[in-house]
């Protein structure tokens, strides 16, 4: 009975350390992969702002929103995805999902500004929904 108790205490704690679904191990090539516009709503202390987040392949970001302008450089530290960036503009981004389906949860070390960004279509950016038409 004994041993039956602290093999389950083992499992517990051993399950509890592990990682939380969806969080797993990023490399340095992921950044590469990230390359590209992402936009989201951001929770801040005083509301809700929307986010333009841009990656470059050589791992340099910029943040821009109305009274937010931030550059920086992500950086993968013990298999964490780290943005470090000008003022506060330093966090986490966890990257999530595949295809059409993909995201950036992204959280400041301050825990001020949290929230999910998508990648930007060109579609969005340049072209109306409705436009069909080819040259």
Do not use: K
């Not at 005083?46 to 986010?51: A, K, S």
């Amino acid at each position: 009975m004994q041993s039956l108790v602290i093999a389950s205490l083992l499992i517990a704690t051993l399950s509890g350390c592990a990682s939380a679904p969806g969080q797993t191990s990023v490399s340095v090539e992921d950044i590469t992969a990230l390359a590209g516009a992402w936009q989201g709503w951001l929770v801040t202390e005083r509301g809700f702002t929307l986010v333009n987040f841009d990656i470059h392949a050589d791992g340099s970001f910029e943040v821009s929103a109305p009274f937010i302008r931030a550059t920086g450089l992500l950086v993968v530290a013990d298999g964490h995805l780290r943005f470090d960036g000008t003022g506060p503009w330093r966090g986490t981004l966890v990257p999530e999902g595949t295809g059409e389906r993909r995201a950036l949860r992204i959280e400041r070390d301050d825990r001020l500004y949290r929230g999910t960004l998508h990648p930007v279509s060109t579609r969005s950016i340049g072209a109306s929904p409705m436009s069909t038409a080819q040259p």
